[in-house]
Structure formats: C-alpha cells, structure tokens
C-alpha cells in the first residue's frame, strides 16, 4: 500500500501566498509522475499542474506564473507554491502520485490519491 499525507492549506487573504506539501510513503520501488488537482464547490476535480520524474511540469492556464509544481525525489514529495492568490483559487487540493509498488509475489503499477487540503481566499 502507498499512503499520501497532504499538508499546508488554509485560509490567506486574496494576493497571498501557500505552499501545498505532499508526502508519500509505503511499498514504493518509484514514482514517476505526481501531481496536483483542486476541486471547488460543486464542480469536477480539475488539473492544477503535473512534474515527471524528469522535472518536466505542466500547470493549467488558469494558474500560470502564480503557481509552481516541484518535486524531492528523496523525501518521495511533491509540493505546490502558490502566489497572488485569487478567490477563485477556492478549493480542495489533491495531490496524486503514480509509480510502482512491490509486494510479496506482485510487482505493479499504483496510483495514489491524498486525503484533500482546504485552500480558502478571502479577506
């Protein structure tokens, strides 16, 4: 099993900043792609940005030049700085990381979901 354990969300004022961790941790041989997700009230989980085991990232219009993914291979996380936060920005955060785990007797791929983070803008 691979667990995630998300961390740094919470309430900032509009043009604030955050940064969104991510740790994973379990039967893990490698990781390959991680990534970030939000979903607002009401609406479908969307991609926020994405970081190859390469460093190679791709981060939705919506969040371009605010926003940056990165990624310590060493400590298996992946993390979110977010700037010049907007209200719109409103949401749950996902993190989601796929690689390949082992067990006794399998070997295979796994995807993984954390457990959410709130990211609230007001003032």
């Known amino acids: 099993q691979v667990q995630l354990v998300e961390s740094g969300g919470g309430l900032v004022q509009p043009g604030g900043s955050l940064r969104l961790s991510c740790a994973a941790s379990?039967?893990?041989?490698?990781?390959?792609?991680m990534a970030w997700y939000f979903q607002a009230p009401g609406k479908q989980r969307q991609s926020v940005a994405t970081i190859s085991s390469g460093g190679t990232t791709n981060v939705a219009d919506s969040v371009k030049g605010r926003f940056t993914i990165s990624r310590d291979n060493d400590k298996k996380t992946v993390y979110l700085q977010m700037n010049s936060l907007k209200p719109e920005d409103t949401a749950v955060y996902f993190c989601?990381?796929?690689?390949?785990?082992?067990?006794?007797?399998?070997?295979?791929?796994?995807?993984?979901w954390g457990q959410g983070t709130q990211v609230t803008v007001s003032s």
């Open positions: 989601n990381v796929k690689g390949l785990t082992e067990r006794i007797g399998f070997r295979g791929p796994f995807e993984a």
């Open positions: 379990g039967r893990i041989v490698s990781i390959t792609d």
